[in-house]
């Protein structure tokens, strides 16, 4: 599942406060999340901090939110560890990130990589089409006829492709759209919209969306309703 984090800014608004304050606020509740998630049995968990359209904001708060993210992931890395969760950083070859903050992305990475508690993928300068032309050049680059392509062989040129499919978002801040995030892994996903702004998001209402979601039918195209936790047909 999958949460895109929105709100921040209309958090610290609603306060008089700059926007920055709000992201400060978010780190909370992305702690909480992450233990929800894992308390719930979420195997995969992704979230959305930064995506590639973000770098058009104001430079201050790209700058504010890239040391931001640095000094949340050097914080909270031993606490990861030792829940046994496996970090991810899906956009981090994007040469915008500062060096500094890729290397930390990269060391948490190694660090956690032989983890199996959860994993935790972080979309940080990610884009969903991005990631589908770069798979694009991919198969070119390794010279796959194509006749050879098909949704599976594409699939595995994505970055992380042992991501699987996913089956959830929830989009905090009642914003009702994909913006531009894992386009290729939401195809099937149910979404849900909460109103609450990300930074005010907690685990009640974490659950809720959990709740709603085994309340979906899911079809698939087809016309037998399939329960949530069936295999996929
Ligand atoms: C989400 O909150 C965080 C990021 C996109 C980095 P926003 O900053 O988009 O907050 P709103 O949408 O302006 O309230
Ligand atoms: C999407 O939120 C990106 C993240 C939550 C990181 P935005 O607030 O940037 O998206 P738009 O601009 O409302 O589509
Ligand atoms: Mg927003």
């Known amino acids: 599942m999958a949460c895109v984090m929105d709100g921040n800014g209309r958090w610290a608004a609603l306060r008089s406060l700059p926007r920055t304050s709000g992201h400060r606020a978010a780190e909370t509740t992305v702690i909480e999340?992450?233990?929800?998630?894992?308390?719930?049995?979420?195997?995969?968990?992704?979230?959305?901090?930064?995506?590639?359209?973000?770098?058009?904001?104001?430079?201050?708060?790209?700058?504010?939110?890239m040391e931001l993210?640095?000094?949340?992931?050097?914080?909270?890395?031993?606490?990861?560890?030792?829940?046994s969760i496996r970090c991810r950083f899906l956009g981090m070859a994007d040469p915008r990130i500062p060096a500094p903050l890729a290397r930390d992305f990269a060391d948490l990475m190694?660090?956690?990589?032989?983890n199996r508690g959860m994993t935790l993928t972080v979309a940080f300068g990610h884009g969903g089409r991005g990631d589908i032309v770069a798979a694009a050049r991919s198969l070119?680059?390794?010279?796959?006829?194509a006749e050879a392509v098909d949704e599976r062989s594409f699939a595995a040129h994505?970055?992380?492709?042992?991501?699987?499919?996913?089956?959830?978002?929830?989009?905090?801040?009642?914003?009702?759209?994909?913006?531009?995030?894992?386009?290729?892994?939401?195809?099937y996903a149910e979404?849900?919209?909460p109103p609450v702004?990300?930074?005010?998001?907690?685990?009640?209402?974490f659950l809720e969306c959990l709740r709603a979601y085994r309340l979906r039918d899911r079809r698939?195209?087809?016309?037998?309703?399939?329960?949530?936790?069936?295999?996929?047909?």
Do not use: C
């Open 33 to 65: 999340v992450i233990e929800a998630a894992r308390t719930a049995g979420v195997e995969w968990l992704s979230l959305y901090a930064f995506s590639s359209e973000n770098w058009r904001r104001p430079s201050g708060e790209v700058d504010f939110l």
């Open 69 to 83: 993210v640095r000094q949340v992931v050097r914080k909270h890395a031993a606490l990861l560890h030792a829940r």
């Open 110 to 114: 190694t660090l956690t990589a032989v």
């Open 140 to 145: 070119i680059r390794d010279g796959v006829p």
């Open 158 to 187: 994505l970055p992380f492709p042992d991501t699987p499919d996913v089956d959830l978002v929830i989009r905090t801040s009642g914003e009702q759209r994909i913006s531009n995030f894992m386009l290729w892994q939401v195809a």
């Open 191 to 193: 979404w849900v919209f």
């Open 197 to 205: 702004l990300w930074p005010d998001f907690r685990a009640p209402h």
């Open 220 to 233: 698939f195209g087809g016309v037998a309703p399939y329960a949530n936790g069936d295999p996929r047909p």
